[in-house]
């Protein structure tokens, strides 16, 4: 995983998300963020560059208080391809499990992608 950092990649990714509003909103509000200043602490991060399947929105890791909190250790995400999704959620550190978290998303076959992986590796979801 990238973490975008630069204006003029965050301003790309934002014209990017905004062609496909509604199912992007929950990621556009936090790169918005990110690229006005970020005083909320979070990141953007992308599978690949420039040509991205999964944008994965979070608090940098650094301000995680309370590991147990998922509605503080809250991940919003859009994607493109549902394997990049799963690859993002079984084979990254992106997306750590030694924390309670809450994806966030608005498309079909997010609920039925985290399912997949959870139960590939034995966790539970609620």
């Known amino acids: 995983m990238q973490v975008l950092r630069c204006p003029a990649q965050l301003q790309l990714l934002e014209e990017t998300l905004r062609k496909s509003l509604p199912t992007t909103l929950p990621v556009l509000g936090t790169v918005m963020t990110v690229a006005w200043g970020n005083p909320a602490s979070h990141e953007v991060l992308v599978d690949s560059w420039p040509h991205f399947g999964v944008v994965l929105t ?41 924390r309670a978290f809450q994806i966030l998303g608005m498309q079909d076959g997010l609920d039925e992608a985290v399912q997949e992986v959870a139960s590939a590796r034995g966790l539970k979801v609620e």
């Open 58 to 98: 979070r608090l940098r890791p650094e301000e995680h208080r309370d590991p147990g909190d998922y509605y503080t250790n809250q991940l919003a995400v859009f994607y493109r391809d549902k394997g990049a999704l799963q690859a993002l959620l079984g084979g990254t550190e992106a997306v750590t499990r030694a």
